[in-house]
């Protein structure tokens, strides 16, 4: 089956610009995570979704940062107002569960703010 | 605080030698523990992970790694590496649904 995917792959975007990222996560999973991750970087967690439940946003770096899943399935990052220290490659990843199961990630948003 | 350490940002390795890559991780509890895989424009890939049990895990691509309690360790490890495996490496440590990732080792694979 297909795995998880993220539009758009690339994204340029000047400075104080809103940007909507796009993650669908495989079919049935539960659980929909966020991460970002700086050049040179590890992923960094975000937010974490079960279902249409946001349950953690702990790791998003401002208020101009928003996640959503409406009815569960597909998820938008949005970035508000955005600023070159966003730039980064923003992960999606699903999971079958709530917890504890094993992550498939997507090929990641690249974003880059002038 | 949690964190994970890969003490090294670049390997090179001859094709046909063996690899380690090595982790180590802080962390209040038990852990969950992962090896993901990243290759040029491609998201992560899982290689292994450990949640219990048999401390040698083996994974995908002929890797294995060793969950070492004592050193709060989890090296990843190949007899023979391949010149399809030059890409980055991450180590990731998890409680329930959160993962906290190293800063990533880049293997180079020398013909």
């Known amino acids: 089956g297909a795995g998880v995917s993220q539009s758009p792959r690339y994204k340029v975007a000047k400075r104080g610009q809103d940007v909507a990222l796009r993650c669908d996560p495989i079919?049935?999973?539960?659980?929909l995570f966020w991460y970002q991750q700086a050049l040179g970087q590890g992923p960094e967690f975000l937010t974490y979704?079960?279902?249409?439940?946001?349950?953690?946003k702990s790791g998003l770096p401002s208020d101009r940062f928003f996640a959503e899943r409406p009815e569960g399935s597909v998820s938008t990052l949005k970035i508000q107002r955005t600023q070159q220290e966003d730039s980064a490659v923003y992960l999606c990843?699903?999971?079958?569960?709530?917890?504890?199961?094993?992550?498939?990630f997507g090929p990641g948003t690249r974003l880059l703010v002038l | 605080a949690q964190s994970v350490t890969q003490p090294d940002i670049h390997i090179t390795v001859s094709e046909g030698a063996s690899l380690e890559l090595r982790c180590n991780y802080s962390?209040?509890?038990?852990?969950?523990l992962f090896w993901y895989v990243q290759s040029p424009g491609q998201g992560l890939q899982l290689l292994l992970k450990y949640f219990s049990g048999d401390t040698l895990v083996q994974g995908i691509k002929g890797f294995e790694a060793e969950f070492k309690r004592s050193q709060s360790s989890f090296n990843l490890r190949k007899p023979s590496v391949h010149w399809s495996d030059a890409a980055e490496y991450f180590c990731a440590v998890g409680s329930s649904y959160k993962l906290i990732f190293g800063s990533g080792t880049r293997l180079l694979v020398r013909p």
């Open positions: 962390y209040g509890a038990t852990p969950y």
């Open positions: 079919s049935g999973h539960v659980s």
């Open positions: 990843a699903s999971s079958l569960g709530p917890a504890g199961e094993t992550q498939y």
């Open positions: 979704f079960q279902n249409e439940a946001q349950l953690d």
